[in-house]
């Protein structure tokens, strides 16, 4: 008796098992079903705000441009024969545009009329002709046909933002003003081409003249700041606290410190950025200077965390062994864990600099949210950054704004993707097998 009793106890253990084993791959297919669910959906969404980004900004890639037979004549631009560069600057551009449309469409006679035909090219027609004139000044005394900017809300309405089929009174473009377009557009001189002055030029109050170059200039330098501050000390702070730091209540407390410095709100840092650089010291605003010596410290606790993770991530053995070969503590650093530890460490710093790049609210506090329209050329000019200049458009009423913030949105996006390449690459190039 005690023999079969003893046997049926493990025959009902293993009856109970195998009872339960279809439960439980059930149970896992459930999960992975809901995790392939998961997936699925997160790249849903993420193609779908792709796709919507990409559909409200690939247009600003293009702008609308009107030709138009301009004539030099000498005596509104250079009535002295001297061409002096500063008479040729200061001359009436804007006029010569306005007498061409005027040419075009002379049924145009009433003050009224002639305001909504001049509407229809951008004011920075005006500058476009100054530029010519003062880089070749032969044009002067000629007649060109030169493609000029349209406004923006002329460029909406060939992009087909604006419905034609509304009441005047609910558009920005009223009928005459269309009967032009669809006359120019008769002629072939109205065409969209492609926008380079969207990636030659600085922020405008025009929307058909606003560029991004000032944006990325900014950009540039403050990210050069933020590397040739936080890369070398967030590095030699984690040598320091990984290999050489004694283990007590004071390293301690600095690691407890580094960890949480990560988990602080990036517009702590701009306010500490605008107490310290700004009140304190004087630095000047909205300077890629103080930008990026805001951005390095906001950096520091990730490219510090990501550093002793790749140094603590060298087998002791490599060490022992250097040591067991005469090698001093310096040596063995600097020789051997530094260059195995080196991919680590360069990802997790180019993986900060990106977050860095994405950065708006601290740069918001220390003024680089000011309206910028020159190219910076140096890292003390005033500058703003490309989150910055998202921002600054994103809030602005015109439709054509629109196109620029998605635009600017894809461009940041792109800068990102390049960094993160930019991290896989050296990691697989400086990566070594142990």
């Known amino acids: 008796m005690t023999d079969l009793a003893s046997n049926s106890a493990p025959r009902q253990t293993t009856e109970r098992i195998a009872a339960s084993l279809p439960r439980r791959y059930a149970r896992d297919s459930r999960f992975r079903y809901y995790g392939l669910v998961a997936i699925g959906l997160a790249l849903a969404f993420l193609v779908l705000l792709f796709v919507s980004i990409v559909s409200k900004g690939y247009s600003a890639f293009f702008q609308t441009e009107i030709r138009l037979l301009i004539e030099f004549d000498e005596d509104r631009l250079d009535p002295n024969g001297t061409r002096d560069p500063s008479v040729l600057a200061g001359a009436d551009y804007g006029g010569l545009v306005k007498s061409s449309l005027r040419g075009l469409f002379p049924e145009a006679e009433s003050r009224r009329d002639r305001k909504s035909l001049n509407r229809l090219m951008s004011s920075g027609a005006g500058f476009v002709l100054r530029d010519m004139v003062t880089n070749d000044p032969s044009l002067i005394g000629t007649a060109q046909e030169v493609w000029l900017p349209a406004a923006a809300d002329i460029d909406m309405l060939i992009k087909g933002f604006i419905d034609r089929s509304k009441p005047a009174s609910e558009r920005r473009v009223n009928d005459k003003q269309i009967a032009w377009v669809d006359a120019l557009q008769e002629r072939d001189a109205i065409e969209r081409h492609f926008n380079t002055r969207f990636f030659s030029a600085g922020d405008s109050r025009e929307p058909e003249l606003?560029?991004?170059?000032?944006?990325?200039?900014?950009?540039?330098?403050?990210?050069?700041?933020?590397?040739?501050?936080?890369?070398?000390?967030?590095?030699?702070?984690?040598?320091?606290?990984?290999?050489?730091?004694?283990?007590?209540?004071?390293?301690?407390?600095?690691?407890?410190?580094?960890?949480?410095?990560?988990?602080?709100?990036?517009?702590?840092?701009?306010?500490?950025?605008?107490?310290?650089?700004?009140?304190?010291?004087?630095?000047?605003?909205?300077?890629?200077?103080?930008?990026?010596?805001?951005?390095?410290?906001?950096?520091?606790?990730?490219?510090?965390?990501?550093?002793?993770?790749?140094?603590?991530?060298?087998?002791?053995?490599?060490?022992?062994?250097?040591?067991?070969?005469?090698?001093?503590?310096?040596?063995?650093?600097?020789?051997h864990v530094l260059p195995l530890a080196m991919p680590g460490i360069l990802t997790g710093a180019i993986i900060g600099t990106a977050q860095a790049l994405g950065e708006s609210a601290p740069l918001l506090m220390i003024g680089m949210v000011a309206f910028i329209v020159d190219v910076p050329t140096g890292p003390i000019d005033p500058a703003t950054v490309l989150p910055v200049q998202i921002y600054l458009w994103a809030d602005s009423p015109e439709r054509a704004f629109v196109e620029r913030t998605s635009a600017g949105i894809m461009v940041l996006i792109a800068f990102l993707v390049a960094m993160n390449l930019i991290a896989v690459v050296l990691r697989k190039k400086f990566e070594r097998r142990w």
């Open 210 to 335: 606003a560029g991004i170059w000032g944006a990325v200039v900014g950009s540039f330098y403050t990210l050069l700041v933020t590397i040739l501050l936080a890369f070398p000390l967030g590095v030699m702070t984690a040598i320091y606290l990984e290999e050489f730091a004694p283990t007590n209540r004071w390293t301690d407390l600095i690691e407890v410190n580094i960890n949480n410095l990560a988990a602080v709100p990036s517009i702590v840092f701009g306010l500490l950025g605008l107490a310290v650089f700004l009140n304190f010291f004087g630095l000047p605003r909205s300077a890629p200077l103080v930008g990026g010596m805001v951005l390095a410290l906001m950096t520091l606790p990730t490219i510090i965390i990501a550093g002793r993770a790749a140094l603590k991530a060298v087998p002791p053995s490599i060490r022992e062994a250097a040591l067991g070969v005469g090698a001093s503590r310096l040596q063995v650093v600097t020789h």
